[in-house]
């Protein structure tokens, strides 16, 4: 009985280690020695389109191409601006002379020189004529320039300006001592105390201004009140000795209406 049992443990052993002597060696030979290369498969079908890919860098410069062929002629531009003046060129080769004219009559200059005489005669009486009504019959006083018209009709500074523009002109504006000696005398021999000139308070920095809105340059006929504060009625009067004053805008004085002979 102990015999048999004991070779049956024998066979289990041997066979047990049969088992794992297999084992092993499949485990060792699956993990460790590959196999052999497998013949190569077929060809597989054409797969579908990939999706379109980002864009990529630019490539380099290509050289230039050849030029193309001419094209037809544009329509003509716009006259440009005329350019600078060009220098005087060489005088050209004499030509031929011309034909000879035919003969002029005889001039009857004795009787064109009495005409052009009689003329000049009454040239001279008309400006005479002018200047008698201009000085004598208006009482206008003039420079190279200008024209000065005394105006004996009382009225507010306004109004006088208006006056003078609807004459054609504006106020007398005394912008050099000659014009202010000028109509100096112009208010002295008419009589008169005081009359208004073109200077008015100034839009903006204060001050007075001339009617055209030039600044004031003649500033050194003032009389003996300098004026400090200029209020919006507050206009400016000559009197007979050539002095400026400050008076109100509202009182009716007479005034030096100023034409340009231009």
């Given at each position: 009985?102990?015999?048999?049992?004991?070779?049956?443990?024998?066979?289990?052993?041997?066979?047990?280690?049969?088992i794992?002597?297999?084992?092993?060696?499949e485990?060792?030979?699956?993990?460790?020695?590959p196999?052999?290369?497998?013949?190569?498969g077929?060809v597989?079908?054409?797969?579908?389109?990939?999706?379109?890919?980002?864009?990529?860098?630019?490539?380099?410069?290509?050289?230039?191409g050849?030029?193309g062929?001419k094209?037809?002629?544009?329509?003509?531009?716009k006259m440009?601006?005329?350019?600078?003046?060009?220098?005087?060129g060489?005088?050209?080769?004499?030509?031929?002379?011309?034909l000879?004219?035919?003969?002029?009559?005889?001039?009857d200059?004795?009787r064109?020189?009495k005409?052009?005489?009689?003329m000049?005669?009454?040239?001279?009486?008309?400006k005479?004529?002018?200047?008698?009504?201009k000085?004598?019959?208006?009482?206008?006083?003039?420079?190279?320039?200008?024209?000065?018209?005394?105006?004996?009709?009382?009225?507010?500074y306004?109004?006088?300006l208006?006056n003078?523009?609807?004459?054609?002109?504006?106020?007398?504006?005394?912008?050099t001592?000659?014009?202010?000696?000028?109509?100096?005398?112009?208010?002295s021999?008419?009589?008169?105390?005081?009359?208004?000139?073109?200077l008015?308070?100034?839009?903006t920095?204060?001050?007075?201004?001339?009617?055209?809105?030039?600044?004031?340059r003649?500033?050194t006929v003032?009389?003996?009140?300098?004026?400090?504060?200029?209020?919006?009625?507050s206009c400016?009067?000559m009197?007979s000795?050539?002095?400026?004053s400050?008076?109100k805008?509202?009182?009716?004085?007479y005034?030096?209406?100023e034409f340009s002979?231009?």
């Amino acid at each position: 009985m102990a015999g048999r049992n004991f070779r049956k443990s024998i066979l289990l052993l041997l066979a047990f280690y049969n088992i794992s002597s297999v084992f092993a060696i499949e485990v060792c030979s699956n993990t460790i020695l590959p196999g052999s290369k497998g013949d190569q498969g077929e060809v597989g079908d054409e797969g579908d389109v990939g999706r379109l890919g980002k864009t990529g860098p630019p490539g380099h410069r290509g050289l230039p191409g050849e030029n193309g062929e001419k094209g037809e002629p544009g329509r003509m531009g716009k006259m440009g601006p005329a350019g600078e003046r060009g220098e005087k060129g060489a005088r050209g080769i004499d030509g031929p002379s011309g034909l000879k004219g035919k003969a002029g009559t005889t001039c009857d200059c004795g009787r064109y020189r009495k005409v052009v005489g009689q003329m000049d005669i009454n040239i001279g009486r008309l400006k005479n004529a002018v200047k008698f009504v201009k000085n004598v019959i208006l009482g206008i006083k003039e420079t190279e320039e200008k024209l000065y018209l005394l105006v004996k009709d009382a009225r507010r500074y306004r109004d006088a300006l208006m006056n003078c523009k609807l004459r054609g002109g504006t106020l007398a504006m005394p912008k050099t001592i000659d014009t202010n000696t000028l109509l100096t005398s112009y208010v002295s021999e008419a009589g008169l105390t005081h009359v208004f000139i073109g200077l008015q308070p100034a839009e903006t920095g204060g001050g007075y201004a001339y009617a055209d809105g030039s600044p004031l340059r003649n500033s050194t006929v003032w009389g003996l009140e300098v004026p400090t504060e200029v209020s919006s009625n507050s206009c400016v009067q000559m009197g007979s000795n050539g002095a400026w004053s400050q008076v109100k805008c509202d009182i009716g004085k007479y005034f030096i209406c100023e034409f340009s002979k231009k």
